[in-house]
Protein backbone atom coordinates (compact mmCIF):
# COMPACT_ATOMS: atom_id res chain seq x y z
CA UNK A 1 0.00 0.00 0.00
CA UNK A 2 1.13 3.39 -0.97
CA UNK A 3 1.37 6.37 1.18
CA UNK A 4 0.63 9.92 -1.20
CA UNK A 5 0.85 13.05 -0.14
CA UNK A 6 1.39 16.59 -1.72
CA UNK A 7 4.08 18.70 0.39
CA UNK A 8 4.70 22.64 0.26
CA UNK A 9 6.29 22.66 -2.97
CA UNK A 10 3.48 21.14 -4.92
CA UNK A 11 5.45 18.02 -5.36
CA UNK A 12 4.09 14.54 -5.43
CA UNK A 13 5.35 12.32 -2.32
CA UNK A 14 4.95 8.32 -2.80
CA UNK A 15 6.14 6.24 0.15
CA UNK A 16 6.25 2.87 0.01
CA UNK A 17 7.58 0.31 2.74
CA UNK A 18 11.15 0.35 1.22
CA UNK A 19 10.92 3.19 -1.34
CA UNK A 20 10.18 6.76 -1.30
CA UNK A 21 9.39 8.88 -4.68
CA UNK A 22 9.52 12.03 -5.28
CA UNK A 23 7.72 13.59 -8.31
CA UNK A 24 8.34 16.83 -10.06
CA UNK A 25 6.04 17.75 -12.83
CA UNK A 26 5.44 21.19 -14.84
CA UNK A 27 2.12 20.26 -15.16
CA UNK A 28 -1.08 21.64 -12.85
CA UNK A 29 -3.57 18.99 -13.86
CA UNK A 30 -2.62 16.58 -11.28
CA UNK A 31 -2.90 18.38 -8.15
CA UNK A 32 -6.64 19.96 -9.29
CA UNK A 33 -7.55 15.92 -9.45
CA UNK A 34 -5.71 15.08 -6.59
CA UNK A 35 -7.75 18.25 -4.40
CA UNK A 36 -10.97 17.50 -6.00
CA UNK A 37 -10.02 13.56 -5.28
CA UNK A 38 -9.81 14.51 -1.74
CA UNK A 39 -12.83 16.94 -1.21
CA UNK A 40 -15.30 14.60 -2.62
CA UNK A 41 -15.89 11.12 -1.92
CA UNK A 42 -18.17 10.20 -5.34
CA UNK A 43 -15.54 11.69 -6.82
CA UNK A 44 -15.43 9.83 -10.69
CA UNK A 45 -13.06 6.91 -11.32
CA UNK A 46 -12.86 7.73 -15.12
CA UNK A 47 -10.22 10.00 -15.95
CA UNK A 48 -12.06 11.31 -18.80
CA UNK A 49 -9.52 12.82 -22.00
CA UNK A 50 -7.60 13.44 -18.94
CA UNK A 51 -4.27 11.47 -18.23
CA UNK A 52 -4.60 9.61 -15.30
CA UNK A 53 -1.55 10.41 -12.96
CA UNK A 54 0.20 8.88 -10.12
CA UNK A 55 -2.67 10.21 -7.48
CA UNK A 56 -5.13 7.95 -9.66
CA UNK A 57 -3.48 4.79 -9.46
CA UNK A 58 -5.71 3.29 -7.54
CA UNK A 59 -8.66 3.99 -10.16
CA UNK A 60 -6.02 2.49 -13.09
CA UNK A 61 -6.81 -1.26 -14.32
CA UNK A 62 -6.46 -2.93 -17.67
CA UNK A 63 -2.70 -2.94 -18.58
CA UNK A 64 -0.81 -5.22 -15.85
CA UNK A 65 1.16 -7.23 -18.81
CA UNK A 66 2.02 -3.71 -20.20
CA UNK A 67 3.57 -2.40 -17.08
CA UNK A 68 5.53 -5.34 -15.96
CA UNK A 69 6.76 -5.16 -19.49
CA UNK A 70 7.94 -1.62 -18.93
CA UNK A 71 9.70 -2.89 -15.30
CA UNK A 72 10.91 -5.65 -16.42
CA UNK A 73 12.80 -3.30 -19.00
CA UNK A 74 14.19 -1.26 -16.37
CA UNK A 75 15.34 -3.59 -14.62
CA UNK A 76 17.89 -3.92 -17.48
CA UNK A 77 19.03 -0.61 -16.59
CA UNK A 78 21.70 -2.19 -14.19
CA UNK A 79 23.83 -4.08 -17.39
CA UNK A 80 26.80 -2.25 -18.05
CA UNK A 81 27.39 -0.14 -20.54
CA UNK A 82 23.55 0.12 -20.96
CA UNK A 83 21.59 3.50 -21.70
CA UNK A 84 18.86 4.04 -19.61
CA UNK A 85 16.65 5.03 -21.86
CA UNK A 86 12.64 3.73 -22.11
CA UNK A 87 10.56 4.55 -24.88
CA UNK A 88 6.93 4.02 -24.96
CA UNK A 89 5.34 4.31 -28.46
CA UNK A 90 1.50 3.88 -29.77
CA UNK A 91 -1.45 5.48 -31.48
CA UNK A 92 -2.60 8.92 -30.24
CA UNK A 93 -5.37 8.16 -27.67
CA UNK A 94 -3.90 4.88 -26.38
CA UNK A 95 -3.36 5.38 -22.83
CA UNK A 96 0.58 5.93 -22.90
CA UNK A 97 0.70 9.34 -20.55
CA UNK A 98 -1.63 7.11 -17.95
CA UNK A 99 0.71 3.87 -18.12
CA UNK A 100 4.02 5.98 -17.55
CA UNK A 101 2.20 8.06 -14.41
CA UNK A 102 -0.45 5.60 -12.73
CA UNK A 103 1.54 2.58 -13.56
CA UNK A 104 4.64 2.48 -13.84
CA UNK A 105 5.71 4.92 -11.41
CA UNK A 106 3.60 3.76 -8.86
CA UNK A 107 4.70 0.24 -9.73
CA UNK A 108 8.32 1.82 -9.15
CA UNK A 109 7.24 2.66 -5.52
CA UNK A 110 5.29 -0.70 -4.82
CA UNK A 111 8.24 -3.02 -6.17
CA UNK A 112 11.31 -0.86 -5.80
CA UNK A 113 14.43 -2.10 -7.98
CA UNK A 114 17.75 -2.56 -6.13
CA UNK A 115 19.47 0.30 -4.88
CA UNK A 116 16.44 2.56 -6.23
CA UNK A 117 14.40 2.46 -3.14
CA UNK A 118 14.79 6.46 -3.42
CA UNK A 119 14.12 7.98 -6.31
CA UNK A 120 13.26 11.53 -8.30
CA UNK A 121 11.29 11.65 -10.71
CA UNK A 122 10.70 14.47 -13.01
CA UNK A 123 7.80 14.88 -15.51
CA UNK A 124 7.54 17.46 -18.27
CA UNK A 125 6.35 17.94 -21.84
CA UNK A 126 8.62 19.81 -24.36
CA UNK A 127 6.61 22.22 -25.30
CA UNK A 128 7.42 25.24 -27.62
CA UNK A 129 11.00 25.64 -25.58
CA UNK A 130 11.82 22.06 -24.68
CA UNK A 131 15.06 23.34 -23.24
CA UNK A 132 13.98 26.48 -21.11
CA UNK A 133 11.57 24.33 -19.63
CA UNK A 134 13.76 21.18 -18.81
CA UNK A 135 16.02 23.92 -17.12
CA UNK A 136 12.61 25.20 -15.25
CA UNK A 137 12.24 21.75 -14.04
CA UNK A 138 15.93 20.86 -12.67
CA UNK A 139 15.81 24.26 -10.68
CA UNK A 140 12.18 23.47 -8.95
CA UNK A 141 13.21 20.03 -8.22
CA UNK A 142 16.97 21.05 -6.72
CA UNK A 143 16.96 21.32 -2.44
CA UNK A 144 17.57 23.77 -1.47
CA UNK A 145 17.18 26.03 -4.59
CA UNK A 146 20.50 27.37 -6.44
CA UNK A 147 21.67 30.52 -6.18
CA UNK A 148 23.00 30.10 -9.52
CA UNK A 149 19.90 28.88 -11.84
CA UNK A 150 20.84 25.57 -13.80
CA UNK A 151 21.38 26.74 -17.01
CA UNK A 152 22.15 24.45 -19.74
CA UNK A 153 24.11 25.29 -22.80
CA UNK A 154 26.51 22.12 -23.74
CA UNK A 155 25.55 18.17 -24.02
CA UNK A 156 27.29 17.41 -20.89
CA UNK A 157 26.12 20.42 -18.63
CA UNK A 158 22.91 18.08 -17.52
CA UNK A 159 25.40 15.28 -16.35
CA UNK A 160 27.35 18.08 -14.30
CA UNK A 161 24.31 19.25 -12.52
CA UNK A 162 23.25 16.13 -11.42
CA UNK A 163 25.05 16.16 -8.37
CA UNK A 164 22.55 19.35 -7.36
CA UNK A 165 19.13 16.86 -7.61
CA UNK A 166 20.61 13.48 -5.62
CA UNK A 167 20.61 14.63 -1.82
CA UNK A 168 22.06 12.21 0.27
CA UNK A 169 18.94 9.89 0.39
CA UNK A 170 18.14 9.80 -4.01
CA UNK A 171 19.61 7.47 -5.55
CA UNK A 172 18.11 7.78 -8.73
CA UNK A 173 16.89 10.57 -10.96
CA UNK A 174 14.14 9.64 -13.48
CA UNK A 175 13.26 12.13 -16.37
CA UNK A 176 9.86 10.88 -17.85
CA UNK A 177 9.29 13.64 -20.65
CA UNK A 178 5.41 13.30 -22.02
CA UNK A 179 4.39 13.70 -25.27
CA UNK A 180 8.03 13.66 -26.96
CA UNK A 181 6.30 14.68 -30.63
CA UNK A 182 6.06 18.19 -29.65
CA UNK A 183 9.42 18.82 -30.59
CA UNK A 184 7.95 17.98 -34.28
CA UNK A 185 5.35 20.12 -34.09
CA UNK A 186 6.53 23.60 -32.76
CA UNK A 187 7.73 26.11 -34.45
CA UNK A 188 11.57 26.93 -32.21
CA UNK A 189 14.38 27.09 -32.53
CA UNK A 190 16.57 23.77 -33.93
CA UNK A 191 19.45 24.19 -32.41
CA UNK A 192 18.04 24.23 -29.07
CA UNK A 193 16.26 21.23 -29.79
CA UNK A 194 19.44 19.24 -30.77
CA UNK A 195 20.97 20.36 -27.35
CA UNK A 196 18.07 19.35 -25.71
CA UNK A 197 18.41 15.64 -26.87
CA UNK A 198 21.99 15.24 -27.25
CA UNK A 199 21.91 16.55 -23.14
CA UNK A 200 19.36 13.79 -22.22
CA UNK A 201 21.43 11.20 -24.44
CA UNK A 202 23.99 11.72 -23.11
CA UNK A 203 22.91 11.74 -19.28
CA UNK A 204 21.14 8.67 -19.84
CA UNK A 205 24.21 7.07 -21.66
CA UNK A 206 27.12 7.88 -18.88
CA UNK A 207 28.46 4.75 -17.40
CA UNK A 208 28.65 6.09 -13.66
CA UNK A 209 25.12 8.46 -14.05
CA UNK A 210 21.94 7.98 -11.86
CA UNK A 211 19.77 9.64 -14.62
CA UNK A 212 17.20 7.80 -16.74
CA UNK A 213 14.96 9.44 -19.14
CA UNK A 214 11.36 7.46 -20.14
CA UNK A 215 9.26 8.47 -23.46
CA UNK A 216 6.13 8.66 -24.69
CA UNK A 217 5.60 8.73 -28.16
CA UNK A 218 3.13 8.84 -31.04
CA UNK A 219 3.50 6.28 -33.69
CA UNK A 220 2.85 8.48 -35.86
CA UNK A 221 5.56 10.63 -35.40
CA UNK A 222 8.39 7.65 -35.09
CA UNK A 223 9.58 8.56 -38.63
CA UNK A 224 10.50 11.98 -37.55
CA UNK A 225 13.21 10.68 -35.21
CA UNK A 226 15.32 9.63 -38.21
CA UNK A 227 16.65 12.97 -38.33
CA UNK A 228 18.33 12.12 -35.55
CA UNK A 229 20.35 8.87 -35.78
CA UNK A 230 21.69 8.27 -32.15
CA UNK A 231 18.12 9.16 -30.66
CA UNK A 232 16.48 6.99 -33.68
CA UNK A 233 18.73 4.42 -32.54
CA UNK A 234 18.28 4.34 -28.99
CA UNK A 235 14.57 5.07 -29.19
CA UNK A 236 14.17 1.82 -30.87
CA UNK A 237 16.61 -0.24 -29.12
CA UNK A 238 14.40 0.75 -26.06
CA UNK A 239 10.66 0.84 -27.27
CA UNK A 240 8.07 -1.06 -25.78
CA UNK A 241 4.83 -0.67 -28.26
CA UNK A 242 1.30 -0.08 -27.18
CA UNK A 243 -0.87 -3.29 -28.15
CA UNK A 244 -4.30 -3.05 -27.88
CA UNK A 245 -6.02 -4.48 -24.63
CA UNK A 246 -7.51 -7.57 -24.70
CA UNK A 247 -11.29 -7.81 -23.92
CA UNK A 248 -10.30 -9.49 -20.51
CA UNK A 249 -8.51 -5.77 -19.84
CA UNK A 250 -11.02 -3.67 -21.34
CA UNK A 251 -13.64 -5.34 -19.29
CA UNK A 252 -11.53 -4.81 -16.19
CA UNK A 253 -11.02 -1.07 -17.05
CA UNK A 254 -14.65 -0.70 -17.04
CA UNK A 255 -15.67 -2.42 -14.28
CA UNK A 256 -12.64 -2.85 -11.72
CA UNK A 257 -12.77 1.35 -10.86
CA UNK A 258 -16.33 1.06 -9.20
CA UNK A 259 -16.17 -2.16 -7.95
CA UNK A 260 -15.78 -0.80 -4.14
CA UNK A 261 -18.25 1.94 -4.71
CA UNK A 262 -22.01 2.30 -4.49
CA UNK A 263 -22.58 1.97 -8.22
CA UNK A 264 -22.35 -0.99 -10.59
CA UNK A 265 -22.58 -1.20 -13.92
CA UNK A 266 -25.06 -3.37 -16.02
CA UNK A 267 -23.80 -6.61 -18.03
CA UNK A 268 -25.58 -5.10 -21.03
CA UNK A 269 -23.96 -1.67 -21.15
CA UNK A 270 -20.50 -3.33 -20.38
CA UNK A 271 -21.24 -5.77 -23.38
CA UNK A 272 -22.05 -2.99 -25.49
CA UNK A 273 -18.83 -0.73 -25.03
CA UNK A 274 -16.56 -3.61 -25.03
CA UNK A 275 -17.70 -4.27 -28.23
CA UNK A 276 -17.07 -0.64 -29.70
CA UNK A 277 -13.44 -1.24 -28.69
CA UNK A 278 -13.23 -4.43 -30.37
CA UNK A 279 -14.64 -3.04 -33.53
CA UNK A 280 -12.09 0.19 -33.03
CA UNK A 281 -15.34 2.34 -33.12
CA UNK A 282 -13.31 4.03 -29.57
CA UNK A 283 -9.99 4.56 -28.49
CA UNK A 284 -9.50 3.80 -24.75
CA UNK A 285 -9.93 7.57 -24.66
CA UNK A 286 -12.76 7.98 -25.81
CA UNK A 287 -14.36 5.14 -23.92
CA UNK A 288 -12.97 6.86 -20.31
CA UNK A 289 -14.55 9.75 -20.81
CA UNK A 290 -17.67 8.20 -22.39
CA UNK A 291 -17.84 6.27 -18.64
CA UNK A 292 -17.40 9.31 -16.84
CA UNK A 293 -20.18 11.17 -18.40
CA UNK A 294 -22.26 8.10 -17.68
CA UNK A 295 -21.05 8.49 -13.98
CA UNK A 296 -22.39 12.01 -13.73
CA UNK A 297 -25.42 10.92 -15.84
CA UNK A 298 -25.84 7.83 -12.71
CA UNK A 299 -25.02 10.41 -10.59
CA UNK A 300 -27.99 12.36 -11.06
CA UNK A 301 -30.34 9.39 -11.72
CA UNK A 302 -29.09 6.91 -9.53
CA UNK A 303 -32.18 4.58 -10.51
CA UNK A 304 -31.61 4.61 -13.97
CA UNK A 305 -30.92 0.96 -15.29
CA UNK A 306 -28.84 0.74 -18.29
CA UNK A 307 -31.17 -1.29 -20.55
CA UNK A 308 -30.69 -1.78 -24.45
CA UNK A 309 -33.19 0.93 -25.03
CA UNK A 310 -31.70 3.21 -22.90
CA UNK A 311 -28.01 2.43 -24.75
CA UNK A 312 -30.16 3.47 -28.11
CA UNK A 313 -31.01 6.61 -27.08
CA UNK A 314 -27.95 7.54 -25.37
CA UNK A 315 -26.25 6.19 -28.64
CA UNK A 316 -22.01 4.95 -28.34
CA UNK A 317 -19.09 6.77 -27.30
CA UNK A 318 -18.91 8.55 -30.90
CA UNK A 319 -22.45 10.53 -30.66
CA UNK A 320 -21.84 10.71 -26.61
CA UNK A 321 -18.66 12.91 -27.20
CA UNK A 322 -20.07 15.11 -29.95
CA UNK A 323 -22.98 16.17 -28.12
CA UNK A 324 -20.77 17.07 -24.93
CA UNK A 325 -18.53 19.03 -27.54
CA UNK A 326 -21.44 21.00 -28.87
CA UNK A 327 -22.92 21.50 -25.58
CA UNK A 328 -19.55 23.04 -24.36
CA UNK A 329 -19.62 25.24 -27.27
CA UNK A 330 -23.19 26.29 -27.15
CA UNK A 331 -22.22 27.21 -23.34
CA UNK A 332 -19.87 30.12 -25.02
CA UNK A 333 -20.88 33.69 -25.55
CA UNK A 334 -20.33 34.51 -29.49
CA UNK A 335 -17.05 36.94 -28.21
CA UNK A 336 -15.85 34.01 -26.98
CA UNK A 337 -16.80 31.55 -29.86
CA UNK A 338 -15.55 33.93 -32.43
CA UNK A 339 -12.10 34.02 -30.10
CA UNK A 340 -12.26 30.26 -29.87
CA UNK A 341 -12.12 30.04 -33.82
CA UNK A 342 -9.57 32.56 -33.94
CA UNK A 343 -7.54 30.23 -31.68
CA UNK A 344 -8.04 26.95 -33.34
CA UNK A 345 -6.72 28.98 -36.40
CA UNK A 346 -3.19 29.35 -34.92
CA UNK A 347 -3.09 26.01 -33.18
CA UNK A 348 -3.89 23.75 -36.06
CA UNK A 349 -2.35 24.92 -39.22
CA UNK A 350 -2.00 22.74 -42.80
CA UNK A 351 1.01 22.14 -44.58
CA UNK A 352 1.59 22.46 -47.90
CA UNK A 353 0.24 18.99 -48.72
CA UNK A 354 -3.03 20.01 -46.93
CA UNK A 355 -2.08 17.56 -43.86
CA UNK A 356 -3.30 19.47 -40.75
CA UNK A 357 -0.48 20.09 -38.25
CA UNK A 358 -0.70 21.21 -34.63
CA UNK A 359 2.28 23.49 -33.48
CA UNK A 360 2.87 24.46 -30.04
CA UNK A 361 2.52 28.35 -29.44
CA UNK A 362 3.04 30.71 -26.75
CA UNK A 363 0.18 32.02 -25.46
CA UNK A 364 1.45 35.97 -26.54
CA UNK A 365 1.22 34.43 -30.06
CA UNK A 366 -2.67 33.39 -29.62
CA UNK A 367 -3.73 37.48 -29.47
CA UNK A 368 -5.14 38.52 -32.11
CA UNK A 369 -6.57 41.80 -33.34
CA UNK A 370 -8.01 43.31 -30.44
CA UNK A 371 -8.01 39.83 -28.11
CA UNK A 372 -6.60 41.13 -24.59
CA UNK A 373 -4.45 37.96 -23.37
CA UNK A 374 -6.19 37.67 -20.27
CA UNK A 375 -9.38 36.65 -21.83
CA UNK A 376 -7.21 34.68 -24.09
CA UNK A 377 -5.79 32.88 -21.07
CA UNK A 378 -9.30 32.07 -19.23
CA UNK A 379 -10.71 30.64 -22.39
CA UNK A 380 -7.90 28.51 -22.48
CA UNK A 381 -8.01 27.44 -18.80
CA UNK A 382 -11.83 26.69 -20.00
CA UNK A 383 -10.97 24.50 -22.79
CA UNK A 384 -8.35 23.13 -20.80
CA UNK A 385 -9.96 22.49 -17.56
CA UNK A 386 -13.67 21.28 -18.81
CA UNK A 387 -14.65 17.56 -19.61
CA UNK A 388 -13.43 18.33 -23.45
CA UNK A 389 -9.84 19.02 -22.93
CA UNK A 390 -9.22 19.70 -26.21
CA UNK A 391 -6.51 22.78 -25.71
CA UNK A 392 -3.28 21.59 -23.71
CA UNK A 393 -1.30 23.92 -21.06
CA UNK A 394 2.67 23.07 -20.82
CA UNK A 395 3.79 25.34 -17.34
CA UNK A 396 7.12 26.95 -19.18
CA UNK A 397 8.94 30.18 -18.60
CA UNK A 398 8.51 32.99 -18.87
CA UNK A 399 5.15 32.18 -19.99
CA UNK A 400 2.59 29.10 -20.93
CA UNK A 401 2.30 27.25 -24.16
CA UNK A 402 -0.58 25.90 -25.78
CA UNK A 403 -1.25 22.73 -28.10
CA UNK A 404 -4.02 21.11 -29.22
CA UNK A 405 -4.37 17.96 -26.79
CA UNK A 406 -7.36 15.79 -28.90
CA UNK A 407 -6.75 16.12 -32.59
CA UNK A 408 -9.13 13.33 -33.39
CA UNK A 409 -12.01 16.04 -32.26
CA UNK A 410 -11.64 17.42 -36.20
CA UNK A 411 -13.03 14.06 -37.13
CA UNK A 412 -15.64 13.71 -34.53
CA UNK A 413 -17.07 17.14 -34.12
CA UNK A 414 -19.00 17.97 -37.80
CA UNK A 415 -18.41 21.71 -36.55
CA UNK A 416 -14.57 21.33 -36.36
CA UNK A 417 -14.63 18.86 -39.13
CA UNK A 418 -16.60 21.02 -41.32
CA UNK A 419 -13.90 24.22 -40.41
CA UNK A 420 -11.10 21.74 -41.22
CA UNK A 421 -12.81 20.97 -44.23
CA UNK A 422 -12.96 24.77 -45.15
CA UNK A 423 -9.38 25.43 -44.08
CA UNK A 424 -8.30 22.70 -46.63
CA UNK A 425 -10.26 24.17 -49.36
CA UNK A 426 -8.92 27.80 -48.46
CA UNK A 427 -5.70 26.37 -48.54
CA UNK A 428 -5.87 25.04 -52.19
CA UNK A 429 -7.35 28.07 -53.36
CA UNK A 430 -4.11 29.83 -52.50
CA UNK A 431 -1.39 26.80 -53.78
CA UNK A 432 -3.90 27.60 -57.24
CA UNK A 433 -3.73 31.72 -56.91
CA UNK A 434 0.66 31.53 -55.88
CA UNK A 435 0.63 29.21 -59.52
CA UNK A 436 -1.40 30.92 -61.53
CA UNK A 437 0.30 34.62 -60.59
CA UNK A 438 3.63 33.01 -61.11
CA UNK A 439 2.15 32.13 -64.83
CA UNK A 440 0.94 34.97 -65.06
CA UNK A 441 4.12 37.19 -64.56
CA UNK A 442 6.18 34.74 -66.33
CA UNK A 443 3.96 35.04 -69.01
CA UNK A 444 4.97 38.98 -68.67
CA UNK A 445 1.12 39.57 -67.75
CA UNK A 446 -0.40 38.35 -70.50
CA UNK A 447 -4.03 38.88 -70.28
CA UNK A 448 -5.03 35.31 -70.98
CA UNK A 449 -4.09 34.21 -67.98
CA UNK A 450 -5.93 36.26 -65.59
CA UNK A 451 -8.81 34.28 -63.91
CA UNK A 452 -12.34 34.31 -65.04
CA UNK A 453 -15.55 34.60 -63.26
CA UNK A 454 -15.66 30.53 -62.45
CA UNK A 455 -12.59 31.27 -60.07
CA UNK A 456 -12.86 34.48 -58.79
CA UNK A 457 -16.51 33.47 -57.64
CA UNK A 458 -14.62 31.27 -55.31
CA UNK A 459 -12.69 35.04 -53.60
CA UNK A 460 -16.31 35.27 -51.75
CA UNK A 461 -15.75 32.30 -49.15
CA UNK A 462 -12.02 33.18 -49.36
CA UNK A 463 -11.50 33.93 -45.18
CA UNK A 464 -10.09 37.15 -44.71
CA UNK A 465 -6.89 35.82 -42.30
CA UNK A 466 -5.87 34.02 -45.73
CA UNK A 467 -5.96 36.61 -47.70
CA UNK A 468 -3.07 38.42 -45.55
CA UNK A 469 -1.16 35.22 -46.00
CA UNK A 470 -1.10 36.31 -50.21
CA UNK A 471 1.88 38.04 -51.61
CA UNK A 472 1.92 41.12 -53.21
CA UNK A 473 2.34 39.55 -56.78
CA UNK A 474 -0.38 37.25 -55.87
CA UNK A 475 -3.01 40.35 -54.85
CA UNK A 476 -2.23 42.05 -58.05
CA UNK A 477 -2.69 39.19 -60.28
CA UNK A 478 -6.36 38.95 -58.69
CA UNK A 479 -6.81 42.88 -58.71
CA UNK A 480 -5.80 42.72 -62.48
CA UNK A 481 -8.24 39.32 -62.73
CA UNK A 482 -11.26 41.30 -61.31
CA UNK A 483 -10.35 44.51 -63.30
CA UNK A 484 -10.72 42.61 -66.61
CA UNK A 485 -13.47 40.76 -65.11
CA UNK A 486 -15.21 44.29 -64.54
CA UNK A 487 -14.50 45.20 -68.07
CA UNK A 488 -15.60 41.99 -69.20
CA UNK A 489 -18.97 42.58 -67.90
CA UNK A 490 -19.62 45.62 -69.21
CA UNK A 491 -18.51 44.58 -72.49
CA UNK A 492 -21.32 41.74 -72.00
CA UNK A 493 -23.72 44.22 -71.22
CA UNK A 494 -23.42 45.96 -74.34
CA UNK A 495 -23.27 42.98 -76.29
CA UNK A 496 -26.64 41.49 -74.75
CA UNK A 497 -28.41 44.88 -75.31
CA UNK A 498 -27.25 45.10 -79.07
CA UNK A 499 -28.32 41.01 -79.44
CA UNK A 500 -31.80 42.09 -77.40
CA UNK A 501 -32.44 44.77 -80.17
CA UNK A 502 -31.26 42.07 -83.06
CA UNK A 503 -33.37 39.68 -81.46
CA UNK A 504 -36.81 42.11 -81.66
CA UNK A 505 -35.88 42.41 -85.22
CA UNK A 506 -35.70 38.94 -85.44
CA UNK A 507 -38.92 38.39 -84.10
CA UNK A 508 -40.52 40.52 -86.63
CA UNK A 509 -39.29 39.02 -89.31
CA UNK A 510 -39.57 35.55 -88.12
CA UNK A 511 -43.57 36.93 -87.37
CA UNK A 512 -43.75 37.66 -91.18
CA UNK A 513 -42.04 34.45 -92.37
CA UNK A 514 -43.94 32.48 -90.06
CA UNK A 515 -47.73 34.06 -91.95
CA UNK A 516 -45.29 33.21 -95.53
CA UNK A 517 -44.96 29.81 -94.70
CA UNK A 518 -48.55 29.48 -93.50
CA UNK A 519 -50.21 30.61 -96.68
CA UNK A 520 -47.54 28.37 -98.81
CA UNK A 521 -48.64 25.77 -96.48
CA UNK A 522 -52.45 25.80 -96.95
CA UNK A 523 -51.12 26.49 -100.77
CA UNK A 524 -49.54 23.66 -100.89
CA UNK A 525 -52.23 21.34 -99.10
CA UNK A 526 -54.94 22.57 -101.72
CA UNK A 527 -52.33 21.65 -104.59
CA UNK A 528 -52.24 18.57 -102.89
CA UNK A 529 -55.93 17.63 -102.34
CA UNK A 530 -56.16 19.12 -106.35
CA UNK A 531 -53.26 16.71 -107.12
CA UNK A 532 -54.94 14.14 -105.57
CA UNK A 533 -57.98 14.43 -107.16
CA UNK A 534 -56.56 14.74 -110.88
CA UNK A 535 -54.56 11.30 -109.71
CA UNK A 536 -57.86 9.94 -108.98
CA UNK A 537 -59.21 10.62 -112.30
CA UNK A 538 -56.37 9.34 -113.77
CA UNK A 539 -56.60 6.88 -112.73
CA UNK A 540 -60.34 5.92 -113.33
CA UNK A 541 -59.80 6.94 -117.00
CA UNK A 542 -56.98 4.63 -117.25
CA UNK A 543 -59.71 2.11 -115.96
CA UNK A 544 -62.23 2.82 -118.66
CA UNK A 545 -59.58 3.06 -120.80
CA UNK A 546 -58.39 -0.30 -120.44
CA UNK A 547 -62.01 -1.89 -120.22
CA UNK A 548 -62.57 0.01 -123.54
CA UNK A 549 -59.45 -1.36 -125.27
CA UNK A 550 -60.82 -5.43 -123.89
CA UNK A 551 -64.07 -4.50 -125.54
CA UNK A 552 -62.90 -3.31 -128.49
CA UNK A 553 -60.57 -6.06 -128.74
CA UNK A 554 -63.63 -8.71 -127.54
CA UNK A 555 -65.48 -7.12 -130.69
CA UNK A 556 -62.81 -6.98 -132.97
CA UNK A 557 -62.69 -10.96 -131.99
CA UNK A 558 -66.28 -11.15 -132.84
CA UNK A 559 -66.13 -9.21 -136.06
CA UNK A 560 -63.44 -11.28 -137.65
CA UNK A 561 -65.23 -14.54 -136.66
CA UNK A 562 -68.95 -12.99 -138.08
CA UNK A 563 -66.55 -12.07 -141.22
CA UNK A 564 -65.24 -15.54 -141.41
CA UNK A 565 -68.48 -17.05 -141.03
CA UNK A 566 -70.42 -14.57 -143.40
CA UNK A 567 -67.55 -15.42 -145.93
CA UNK A 568 -68.08 -19.20 -145.14
CA UNK A 569 -72.23 -18.84 -145.67
CA UNK A 570 -71.49 -16.49 -149.07
CA UNK A 571 -69.43 -19.40 -150.03
CA UNK A 572 -71.81 -21.77 -149.21
CA UNK A 573 -74.42 -20.00 -151.41
CA UNK A 574 -72.52 -19.62 -154.21
CA UNK A 575 -72.17 -23.51 -154.02
CA UNK A 576 -75.93 -23.58 -153.63
CA UNK A 577 -76.87 -21.06 -156.37
CA UNK A 578 -74.64 -23.67 -158.64
CA UNK A 579 -76.10 -26.55 -157.55
CA UNK A 580 -79.49 -24.75 -158.37
CA UNK A 581 -78.57 -23.91 -161.80
CA UNK A 582 -77.30 -27.09 -162.32
CA UNK A 583 -80.40 -28.91 -161.03
CA UNK A 584 -82.18 -26.04 -162.94
CA UNK A 585 -80.66 -26.77 -165.94
CA UNK A 586 -80.72 -30.33 -165.70
CA UNK A 587 -84.57 -30.60 -165.55
CA UNK A 588 -84.80 -28.06 -168.29
CA UNK A 589 -83.14 -31.07 -170.67
CA UNK A 590 -84.22 -33.72 -169.01
CA UNK A 591 -87.21 -33.88 -166.64
CA UNK A 592 -88.37 -31.69 -164.45
CA UNK A 593 -88.22 -32.54 -160.75
CA UNK A 594 -90.20 -31.49 -157.92
CA UNK A 595 -90.00 -27.95 -155.80
CA UNK A 596 -90.19 -30.83 -153.28
CA UNK A 597 -87.59 -32.36 -154.28
CA UNK A 598 -85.13 -29.93 -155.11
CA UNK A 599 -86.09 -28.63 -151.65
CA UNK A 600 -84.65 -31.65 -150.14
CA UNK A 601 -81.60 -31.78 -152.37
CA UNK A 602 -80.80 -27.57 -151.39
CA UNK A 603 -82.04 -27.85 -147.66
CA UNK A 604 -78.67 -28.15 -146.94
CA UNK A 605 -76.98 -25.21 -148.57
CA UNK A 606 -80.32 -23.35 -148.95
CA UNK A 607 -81.76 -20.76 -146.49
CA UNK A 608 -86.00 -20.60 -147.20
CA UNK A 609 -85.87 -17.54 -148.98
CA UNK A 610 -83.46 -19.30 -151.53
CA UNK A 611 -85.92 -22.68 -151.25
CA UNK A 612 -88.81 -20.29 -151.90
CA UNK A 613 -87.26 -17.91 -154.76
CA UNK A 614 -85.95 -21.49 -156.79
CA UNK A 615 -89.48 -22.94 -156.41
CA UNK A 616 -91.08 -19.85 -157.44
CA UNK A 617 -88.83 -19.56 -160.28
CA UNK A 618 -88.98 -23.59 -161.36
CA UNK A 619 -93.01 -23.25 -161.25
CA UNK A 620 -92.92 -20.16 -163.62
CA UNK A 621 -90.21 -21.68 -165.95
CA UNK A 622 -92.69 -24.97 -166.32
CA UNK A 623 -95.92 -23.30 -166.98
CA UNK A 624 -93.82 -21.30 -169.55
CA UNK A 625 -92.80 -24.67 -170.96
CA UNK A 626 -96.10 -26.43 -170.60
CA UNK A 627 -97.34 -25.65 -174.18
Known sequence: MLDLKIDSRGQTILSGTLSHLVITANDRHGLEQFNLANSNSLHCPYAGFHPFTERDSLHFFGQTALIQQLWKKIQKWHTPNRTRFLSLIGPSGSGKSSVIRAGLIP??????????RYLRVLIMQPGSQPLATLNHLLNQATTPRPLDPIKITQADDLLNYLPKLLDAYTEQVILYVDQWEQLYHSQQDPVATTLFINSLL???????????????????????????????QTCIQNAVLMTPLSLQDVHQAITAPVKNTEFAWEAVMVRHFINEYKMRLCTLAELQFTLSQLWQRRQKNPHQAMDDLTLTHIGGSKAIIERSLQQHYDQLTTEEQARFWRIISQLMRLDEQ??????????????????RQVDIFLLLQRLHREDWQLIRLVSEQPELSVQISRPIFFDQWPLLRRWQQQQ???????????????????????PGYLWTTGRLALLAEFPQQYRQHIKAAQESFL???????????????????GIGVLLFGLVGEIYHLTLKIETLYVAQSELNRYSDTLKQDRDFAFERAFQAQLATQTLQEELQKARHETQKLWQDQQEAQRTLDELLESRLNQRKPSAQVLARQCATYCTPEMLSATESKINRQSQTAKP
Open 202 to 232: HAASAAHSRFSVIITLDSEALARLQHHALLY
Open 354 to 371: GQPTYPVLRLSQLCYGMD
Open 107 to 116: ELARRPLEQW
Open 424 to 446: QQCLLLRQVVAYDAQQWERSQRA
Open 479 to 497: EASQIRQHRFKKMRLLLWA
